[in-house]
């Protein structure tokens, strides 16, 4: 069975740091990887994801998140943080054998200014 | 632009009420589901349907069922509405295109907030 872990329910920064947000699955192949992000009232809209390739991707609003076989780690980051940018993140693990993604438990990203 | 449709965003019932959350999806995808979303717990899966007529149970299908009849529409009934069935509801679809990585892909509703007096 896939699962995810968010170890941080919030994550507090100011406007202009660097962000990373951490993912970590358990999953016992390669798995498929995302980054979803959700603002106030509103549906989960995907930042990124990953199914093969390259390790490093790049997400909308200059997001990106690496994958890491040997931490099964797949953290979200960016290298300045905006005010638009609070929100909560939720990280998902799926496969091609099943048509349902396991989602995390979210992160909540306060941004002070 | 808008693809996943949730018709209520905000609904206020009463216990005992049968309540319908209706949801569409314009992208002609094969698979829909329904989530719950409480604080701390994160967004836990009801039903799933992979066609019409066709549906699983998700992790917390309690006091919770569903109607696809048509490709494009998904329904989630409470029979009986409680108090404790106070949430967010989540609509997503995803497509069977591209093998098994299309269908990890779910595009949302806005979701539909649900509150029982």
């Known amino acids: 069975a896939q699962s995810v872990t968010q170890p941080d329910i919030h994550i507090t920064v100011s406007e202009g740091a660097s962000l990373e947000l951490r993912c970590n699955y358990s999953?016992?192949?390669?798995?498929?990887l995302f980054w979803y992000v959700q603002s106030p009232g509103q549906g989960l809209q995907l930042l990124l994801k990953?199914?093969?390739?390259?390790?490093l991707v790049q997400g909308i609003k200059g997001f990106e998140a690496e994958f890491k076989r040997s931490q099964s780690s797949f953290n979200l980051r960016k290298p300045s943080v905006h005010w638009s940018d609070a929100a909560e993140y939720f990280c998902a693990v799926g496969s091609g054998g099943s048509y349902i993604p396991t989602f995390g438990r979210g992160t909540s990203l306060i941004v002070h200014p | 632009d808008v693809k996943v449709t949730q018709s209520s965003r905000y609904l206020v019932k009463r216990t005992g009420e049968k309540v319908f959350l209706e949801c569409v999806q314009d992208?002609?995808?094969?698979?829909m589901f329904w989530y719950r979303q409480d604080p701390g717990l994160g967004l836990r899966l009801i039903y799933f349907?992979?066609?019409?007529?066709?549906?699983e149970k998700g992790d917390i299908p309690e006091g919770y069922s569903v109607s696809r009849e048509k490709k494009e529409r998904f329904s989630l009934i409470l029979e009986s509405a409680s108090t404790n069935q106070t949430s967010m509801y989540l609509c997503?679809?995803?497509?069977?295109?591209?093998?098994?990585?299309?269908?990890?892909?779910?595009?949302f509703g806005a979701g539909s907030r649900l509150t029982v007096l």
């Open positions: 999953y016992g192949a390669t798995p498929y």
């Open positions: 349907s992979y066609d019409v007529k066709m549906k």
């Open positions: 997503a679809s995803s497509h069977n295109k591209d093998g098994g990585s299309g269908a990890n892909v779910l595009t």
């Open positions: 990953y199914f093969s390739g390259d390790t």
């Open positions: 992208m002609d995808h094969e698979n």
